[in-house]
C-alpha cells in the first residue's frame, strides 16, 4: 500500500520505519526544515542546543530494546548523574535509581539515524487532506497534490490534526484539554559550578534544568564554561504565554544564578515557545486513534502517556493492531 504519514516525530519516523519493514511505499511529510520533532536540537551561530525533549526513559520491553540498538549504533547515551531537587528555596541531592538516556551527539541524533532509510519530504506542510475513490490525497501550503494514498498516518499534535482532519473522521479532545505549553530557555554562562549538578527539578517557575555541557558527546561554546537549558513550567508558561518573551531569558538567567548560589555571565542566549509540550496530567494514556473505515490514524506520545517512549509506542501499537 502507498502510505502518507504526516509528520517527522519519533512516532512518525517509527511508523514509517516499521510500514517500510512491512513492504508499503511510506512518504513522510514534515513542515519543519528538520526531523525529530520535539527531540529538538537547534543549531546556532555559537554552539548547539537541545532545546526539547531533555533525556528519555526505557521501561516498555519494546523501547528497551530500540534503546539498546541506539546506544549501541552511537546515537544515544546513558546520561548517569544524580538529579537535584529544589526543596524549600536550597537545592538538594535527590538520588533515584532512575535510567536517563540521550541522544548523542544531539537529542535529534536517533530521528536522523531513522530518517537516513527513509524518504522523508522536509519544508512541506499538509494544509488539506480529502478522501475520494477509496484514495486520499494531500494538498501542500504550494498547492502541490499528492495523491493515490491508500493510508493516512497523522504523527502531529492532537491540535493540528483537528485541523486538518475531514469533519467527523475522528473525535480528538481540544488541544487546551490535552496538551499544555513550555518556554525553553538556552543559556550559555560563564562561571564556576559544581561539577555534581547535572539535571535539576525545580519549582512551579521553572520546572527542570539540563547542564547540557555535561550530556555525553556535547562541546561547550567558546568563552563559556557550561551551556543548559531551562524549561518554564507548562502553569507559568501557559499564564503567560507567548507574550512573555522580553522577560523570560532575564526571569531565568536570575533564577539560575539564585538556585546556584553563584553570580553567572549569560554569554549567549536562545528561546524557543513550546505551544504543545507536556500531556495535562489528568489525561489518561489513550491508544492510537484510528478509523479503519476511511484508513485515517492519529499517533504521537499524547496518545501513550506522554514521553519520547509514549511517541514510540503509540507507533508500535498502531502497527500491531491494524498492519500486521
Not at 532545546?51 to 528519555?56: D, E, K, L
Not at 556535547?218 to 512573555?244: I, M, N, Q, Y
Amino acid at each position: 500500500m502507498k502510505i502518507a504519514v504526516i509528520g517527522a516525530g519519533l512516532s512518525g519516523l517509527i511508523a514509517a520505519r516499521e510500514l517500510q519493514t512491512l513492504g508499503h511505499n511510506v512518504d513522510i511529510f514534515e513542515k519543519s526544515r528538520g526531523r525529530g520533532g520535539r527531540l529538538a536540537t537547534k543549531r546556532l551561530d555559537w554552539g548547539a542546543a537541545d532545546t526539547g525533549a531533555q533525556y528519555f526513559t526505557a521501561r516498555d520491553p519494546r523501547f528497551i530494546q530500540e534503546v539498546e540498538h541506539w546506544c549501541n549504533t552511537g546515537v544515544a547515551a546513558l546520561w548517569p548523574f544524580t538529579p537535584h531537587k529544589l526543596i524549600d528555596g536550597q537545592l538538594q541531592p535527590s538520588p533515584d535509581d532512575t535510567l536517563r538516556f540521550v541522544g548523542t551527539p544531539n537529542m535529534n541524533s536517533m530521528a536522523h539515524h531513522l530518517a537516513d532509510s527513509l524518504t522523508v519530504n522536509l519544508n512541506i506542510q499538509i494544509e488539506q487532506i480529502d478522501r475520494r475513490d477509496s484514495h486520499w490525497s494531500l494538498v501542500d501550503q504550494k498547492q502541490q497534490a499528492w495523491q493515490g494514498y491508500h493510508w493516512v498516518v497523522l504523527a502531529i499534535p492532537a491540535a493540528q490534526a483537528q485541523k486538518l482532519m475531514p469533519s467527523n473522521t475522528l473525535p480528538i479532545a481540544s488541544e487546551e484539554s490535552l496538551m499544555k505549553p513550555c518556554w525553553a530557555l538556552v543559556l550559555g554562562t560563564a562561571g564556576d559550578v559544581n561539577p555534581e549538578i547535572q539535571g535539576v527539578f525545580g519549582d512551579d517557575v521553572i520546572s527542570w534544568v539540563s547542564r547540557l555541557s555535561a550530556k555525553p558527546g556535547r562541546t561547550v561554546p567558546d568563552g563559556c564554561d557550561d551551556l543548559w537549558t531551562l524549561h518554564f513550567s507548562p502553569e507559568w508558561s501557559k499564564s503567560h504565554g507567548k507574550d512573555a518573551r522580553e522577560r523570560v531569558a532575564a526571569i531565568g538567567a536570575d533564577w539560575l544564578s539564585h538556585v546556584l548560589g553563584t553570580e553567572l555571565a549569560v554569554e549567549h542566549e536562545y528561546l524557543h515557545f513550546w505551544r504543545y509540550a507536556h500531556l495535562d496530567k489528568d489525561v489518561e494514556s489513550t491508544s492510537p486513534k484510528v478509523n479503519p473505515d476511511v484508513n485515517i490514524a492519529l499517533i504521537g506520545d499524547w496518545c501513550s502517556g506522554g514521553r519520547v517512549e509514549g511517541a514510540y509506542l503509540s507507533a508500535m501499537d498502531l502497527i500491531a493492531r491494524h498492519f500486521k
